[in-house]
């Protein structure tokens, strides 16, 4: 993964079922202003803003059910 973060200028993220980040480039540190650490022990629902809340729900479950 961290080779791939290397050649990707991006955020890149792997978030697990339970809703909290499990992988975090560097970027997002940078991108957001807050601790890898701090991203990590936090739901990733906490960093989304209330107005985009139901439709990252509904994209959740779109890509939970094309499994």
Known sequence: MDKLSSIFPGVICISGADGYFKYLNSEWEK????????????????FIHPDDIEATLNFRQLWTDSG
């Open 31 to 46: 991108t957001l202003g807050h601790s890898l650490e701090e991203l990590l022990s936090r739901p990733l629902f906490d």
